[in-house]
Each structure stands twice: as structure tokens, then as C-alpha cells.
């Protein structure tokens, strides 16, 4: 495990509120459970569960929800989140998350609460990390400062480094308004590190059609789109999303041949999120799982966490999954660790920066294949 925790990692798929560490969660819940706003012992069980259909996953985000509906925490799993990626070397993290609004919530203390106030309070938790240097984009449109995953305080003494961008998603529940204004919002927040748009949330939940307005907008005016694309079986949606032609797609668990031919011609690359997978049972077992297919076709691919505190994971542990899964070594799979740089969404200058991480810490490793040098 040692070894895929120090090689670097892109992550590309991560949602905010599926990140967040069961402690925290737990430590939350708790403080709800005394005020009375939720029953705690409900909860605990709930949170602690590892293995859960897809409906089970909706429900406890729901519940997820009802517990950060309040800027100090949205703040606080921010700033946890980020440290927890950069704790085990990712260098690169687009985070996702769903602008919300609860003008009356009044199950808790947090009255008042805007899409945009809520993505204030996540770039504030940006903001508060300490453990490592955030560079989120305010210099995308100078030179870069520093181009290393370590950086000089100036003092002498160096610190980690990781960049983050935001990916604002627009859940499946939302009407075409509600998603335009996200997209809004997304254009607003471009000087705070917002590089795209996700359309995501439940599944069996929503039309394509609602959300193609402000996804066709949202590109129009040159922000990057993601999609969670066949998460269950869907054959005219998928087909649709694949016009498209999405910068990336997430999952694609439930194609058929029509699809996976339309997916592999147009090259389109497919976030890979095992663990999820599986435990969502939407791919029955790792021995199916579409990555060997995709992998030895050489259609572009990217392993991803998806949410790693639902699904109790890390990008570590997916990339010594898939190592140990589909026999690769270590050459193989730090080659796709590198090659997820060519789909981030940031700009050339980050892309540039990533790349020369990547060539630092391949004359570095230890216990290194000579073919990777
Ligand atoms: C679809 C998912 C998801 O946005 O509140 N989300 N949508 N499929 C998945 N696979 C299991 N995992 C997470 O993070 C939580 C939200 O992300 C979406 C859902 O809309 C969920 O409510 P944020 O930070």
C-alpha cells in the first residue's frame, strides 16, 4: 500500500459530501443527535454500513445533507477533505459538489443558506487548509511560481502542494432553471478555480432533456462538462449523453455493444470508480468490470475514488485494486496516474506543472521498474 500512497495521483471524480471522513460524520451526527434533530443510534448504523445498493446511497446522502446544511461545516469537511487527498499524494484534485440552498431550514440552525453562499463557504474551506499549500487557479492566467508538488515558504522550509479546481454538479432532482443558475454561478466563480459542470445524482431520478439547456450554455461560454453517464441502464440517455461529446464521462457500468462502440469511437474518457461499483453492485464483481476491456482497447481511462468516505476507500487503494485486480505493475499504473493529466480541466500551464511532477517523482521512487525511468 506504501507504494501507491507515494506515487502521485489526479483525481477527477470526487463528490465533496461522499468525501467526507465517517469520523467527522459520526462526531456530526452526534452533535445533531443531542440537539434532537435527528435520532443518533438511527444514524450511526447508517453511516457505519459498507455495503449499500444504489437507492441506499441516495438515501444516505440525504442524510449526509441534513448534517453539513450549515457553512462552518461545509467549511470544515472542505478543508478535510483536500488534506485527506494530499495526505496520500494526490497533486491534482477536481472536487465536486452540488451548490445548495436552504432559505428555511428548520430541522437545524442554518437559516439562510444560497447556492452561492455555500460555494463561499467551499472555497473558504480551501482557504483554511494548512497542511499543505492549495493553489486553486488564482494564477492560471500569469506564469506559474512553482512548478514542483513541493513548495518553498521562502523561509527555507517546504511544504506540499496541491492543486484544486471545482466542478460545480447540477443533481438530476433540479429543474432546467435550477441547473441554469448553477451554471451562473459556475461562471461567476471561474477566478476561484470553477473549471466545469457535473450532472449527477440519482439516476433513475430525471430527464436529459431538463438539464441540456444549461449544460449546452455552460459549454457555449467555455467551462468543461462531466457526466455521470449509465449508471444504470438507460440505452436513448446514454446515447444522447455520447452526442454530446462530454469532456469526460463517469461510470458507464450499464452500456450495451451499440454503446460501447459509440463510446470507444469518439474517445470520450470514462472516470473508473471501482469500489463504488461494486459495492453499488451496478458491475457485479471486479472479474466484469469494464476497466480490463477499456484498458487493453486503449480507450482513454482514469481511476477515481467517486465518494471514498461512502464507500470507505481511497485513490490508493483503487489504484492497488486495479493493480492487483487486472495484473498490472507498478510501470503500467503509474503510466495511467500520468495519463489522467491529459483530461484534467484546468489549463496547459497546470498540465504542464503535472507533467513535470510526474517526471520528478519517476527519477525519485523507490523500488522503481527500470522501463518507467
Ligand atoms: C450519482 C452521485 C454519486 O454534491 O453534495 N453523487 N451521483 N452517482 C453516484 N455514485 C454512487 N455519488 C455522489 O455530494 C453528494 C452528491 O453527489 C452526487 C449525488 O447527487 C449526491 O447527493 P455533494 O457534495
Not at 109 to 120: F, L, P, R, V
Not at 289 to 299: E, G, I, W
Amino acid at each position: 500500500m506504501d507504494w501507491w500512497v507515494s506515487m502521485p495521483k489526479v483525481e477527477l471524480h470526487a463528490h465533496l459530501n461522499g468525501s467526507i471522513r465517517n469520523s467527522t460524520l459520526l462526531e456530526l451526527a452526534g452533535e445533531l443527535g443531542e440537539k434532537g434533530t435527528i435520532n443518533f443510534s438511527d444514524v450511526e448504523h447508517v453511516i457505519l454500513k459498507h455495503d449499500r445498493s444504489l437507492r441506499e446511497v441516495f438515501k444516505l446522502f440525504d442524510l449526509i445533507h441534513i448534517i453539513t446544511t450549515d457553512h462552518k461545516i461545509v467549511t470544515r469537511i472542505t478543508e478535510e477533505v483536500v488534506e485527506d487527498f494530499a495526505a496520500e499524494n494526490v497533486v491534482y484534485l477536481e472536487l465536486r459538489t452540488t451548490p445548495k440552498c436552504a432559505l428555511v431550514h428548520k430541522r437545524n440552525d442554518s437559516i439562510g443558506m444560497s447556492k452561492q453562499s455555500y460555494m463561499e463557504a467551499v472555497v473558504e474551506g480551501l482557504r483554511a487548509v494548512s497542511t499543505v499549500e492549495v493553489d486553486f487557479g488564482s494564477h492560471d492566467l500569469s506564469t506559474p511560481a512553482d512548478s514542483s508538488a513541493i513548495s518553498d515558504k521562502g523561509n527555507g522550509s517546504q511544504r506540499k502542494k496541491i492543486h484544486v479546481r471545482l466542478l460545480l454538479s447540477i443533481d438530476r432532482r433540479e429543474t432546467t432553471t435550477a441547473a441554469m443558475e448553477t451554471v451562473e454561478l459556475a461562471l461567476e466563480m471561474r477566478h476561484l478555480g470553477v473549471v466545469g459542470i457535473d450532472l449527477s445524482g440519482n439516476p433513475t431520478i430525471g430527464e436529459w432533456a431538463t438539464f441540456l439547456p444549461a449544460l449546452k450554455f455552460a459549454r457555449e461560454q467555455g467551462l468543461s462538462i462531466t457526466l455521470h453517464c449509465g449508471e444504470v441502464p438507460n440505452p436513448e440517455e446514454i446515447q444522447a449523453m455520447l452526442s454530446f461529446l462530454p469532456g469526460r464521462i463517469g461510470h458507464a457500468c450499464c452500456f450495451e455493444e451499440d454503446e460501447w462502440s459509440k463510446l470507444k469511437s469518439s474517445k470520450i474518457p470514462v472516470e473508473i470508480c471501482l469500489t463504488s461499483n461494486l459495492r453499488t453492485e451496478t458491475i457485479p464483481s471486479i472479474d466484469v468490470h469494464h476497466f480490463a476491456d477499456l484498458y487493453n482497447s486503449k480507450h482513454p481511462i482514469l481511476l477515481c475514488t467517486d465518494d471514498s468516505g461512502v464507500f470507505s476507500t481511497s485513490l490508493s487503494n483503487e489504484y492497488s485494486l486495479a493493480s492487483s485486480s487486472f495484473g498490472l505493475g507498478k510501470a503500467e499504473m503509474f503510466q495511467l496516474a500520468r495519463d489522467a493529466i491529459g483530461f484534467i480541466f484546468a489549463n496547459d500551464v497546470v498540465k504542464e506543472e503535472l507533467v513535470k511532477i510526474f517526471a520528478s517523482a519517476a527519477r525519485n521512487l523507490d523500488s522503481w521498474p527500470q522501463s518507467c525511468t
